[in-house]
């Protein structure tokens, strides 16, 4: 069950006579969040009418923007909550308590109410204005001996006779990354003991089902593996030969370890005394094994939908050709870069080539503006017939070397064109940066499916919001009494922006 919590909050009330800062970033952020769309959204989770009631939206989503913010762990968020009042007053508390304002546990729930698509919904009517109004100074400034008020129409080049449409404006710089997750950096070897060592446990655990009974345990000669691991896990260096010998010698026990189980299940071993854990991990080994089979096999590194993790099966190896880490393991995140803010365009744990979604970017461009960028820089990667074609039928300059032959004057003035686009596109790169060094997008720790694309998104969604709020400290125009606060909505507020 669950209630809206939005309501006007005059101020927070302190021991000791203290009153809040209205400096203070936590109490700044309390009046810039769009609250009444987070609610919204979050209600979205609740359906029925009877049970315990749910915590209020507004604690959820700046308990978790703690956390994003802070990059500390769910026991430390509770802890900073409880002993801040002004991050109580960002939570929505109506008073000062010492008590905790709930279990660490429940960091978990509020992951998995705020999705990925819902923090893009909230991304959008955050920043979306703002960066309208980075567009529309760029256009000013770029016409300032043409005045266009920007609802010129052009001539559609697409051939489908539409001249209603607004001229294209603005630039739009894309690019994508890796979230690493925090996993053990995978190797085969490496894999498969962590798989003998689970099966043992399993086996231990279903052998508990014939407790009584006259059978004898089944054979797993565990301590004869562990020691054929770690006689080659030691070695300094190894060549090719000794490297596949380890492998068949964990391959062989992982199989007969699967037979066992197979075996013991015949004679009416019962799976569900496994842990919903184990059990999920024991499908994820006996997908691990086949493929590790048939790489061995095969002589080969490579397999469709490689695992890499067994708690994690859905991480994938991204090859991205750095030079510190030319392989990572975990999510690729495709972005836009509008006037300084950064938004999400597609998430996904799978490998994918981010050029094929330069349509998709421009498209929600001009859903979110309604016009088209004038133009989009992104590497040579975009640079496709298709997308090409894409730009060229709706008059948007695509940042990729022309085709053909080019005289030499030409050639020159594409040049320059080149080495500025690519000067600018340092901030999408710095962008990213940012992200990894500050707000922990270098590292992520959830592991669940679902709440690991949770953490990716807000981490981006913090990383604007405190771009807001740098603009604000910068410009010095956040005039706040602490004394009888008055709430506004994030709506009005644009109007101090401005």
Not at 107 to 131: C, L, N, P, Y
Not at 249 to 277: C, F, P, T, W
Not at 283 to 298: A, F, G, N, T
Request: charged share 30%; aromatic share 10%; proline share 3%.
């Amino acid at each position: 069950m669950y209630r809206s919590s939005i309501y006007g909050q005059q101020k927070l009330d302190i021991p000791f006579g203290v009153s809040l800062d209205a400096g203070n970033r936590w109490v700044k952020l309390a009046f810039l969040m769009p609250w009444d769309k987070i609610d919204f959204e979050y209600s979205q989770n609740f359906t029925g009418t009877n049970g315990q009631e749910a915590k209020p939206s507004r604690l959820a989503f700046a308990a978790l923007y703690i956390q994003n913010r802070l990059v500390i762990t769910d026991e430390e968020t509770v802890n900073q909550i409880q002993e801040n009042p002004s991050m109580q007053f960002f939570c929505g508390f109506e008073s000062y308590t010492t008590d905790p304002p709930f279990d660490s546990s429940l960091m978990v729930h509020f992951r998995k109410r705020i999705s990925a698509e819902m923090m893009k919904r909230i991304s959008e009517e955050a920043f979306a204005a703002e960066a309208l109004k980075v567009i529309e100074k760029e256009t000013h400034d770029d016409d300032d001996d043409n005045i266009d008020d920007g609802t010129d129409n052009y001539t559609d080049c697409n051939g489908t006779g539409n001249t209603e449409e607004k001229k294209p404006k603005g630039t739009l710089l894309l690019d994508a990354t890796c979230c690493p997750s925090d996993i053990h950096y995978p190797t085969d070897i490496g894999l498969l003991n962590h798989a003998r060592e689970l099966t043992e446990s399993i086996i231990d655990e279903l052998h508990k089902c014939f407790k009584g009974q006259a059978l004898i345990k089944m054979r797993t000669y565990r301590e004869v593996a562990r020691r054929a691991y770690l006689s080659f896990a030691k070695m300094r260096k190894f060549t090719y030969t000794q490297l596949r010998h380890a492998i068949r010698q964990q391959l062989q026990y992982v199989h007969r370890n699967l037979n066992s189980i197979a075996k013991m299940v015949e004679l009416g071993a019962d799976l569900g005394r496994l842990s919903k854990e184990l059990y999920g991990k024991l499908l994820v080994i006996s997908e691990l094994y086949r493929q590790q089979k048939l790489m061995y096999d095969e002589q080969t590194n490579k397999v469709e939908d490689r695992i890499v993790s067994i708690s994690q099966p859905y991480l994938r190896p991204i090859v991205r050709g750095k030079a510190r880490t030319p392989v990572e393991f975990g999510a690729k995140v495709a972005t836009a870069h509008i006037g300084g803010f950064s938004f999400v365009i597609h998430l996904e744990y799978d490998n994918f080539s981010e050029a094929k979604y330069l349509e998709a970017s421009a498209e929600e461009y001009k859903r979110m503006f309604g016009f088209y960028p004038k133009t989009i820089i992104a590497d040579k990667l975009y640079g496709t017939m298709d997308n090409r074609k894409y730009c060229k039928t709706r008059g948007i300059r695509l940042s990729a070397p022309k085709l053909g032959r080019k005289s030499e004057a030409e050639k020159e003035s594409e040049r320059k064109q080149l080495y500025e686009d690519h000067c600018e596109r340092n901030a999408i790169e710095g962008s990213y940066g940012t992200g990894k060094r500050k707000y922990g997008l270098d590292l992520i720790m959830t592991k669940l499916f679902g709440t690991t694309l949770t953490a990716i998104s807000f981490k981006f969604f913090v990383k604007n919001m405190e771009r807001v709020l740098r603009l604000l400290v910068l410009l010095g125009w956040f005039i706040l009494e602490v004394k009888g606060f008055k709430q506004r909505n994030f709506l009005k507020l644009q109007l101090v922006l401005s």
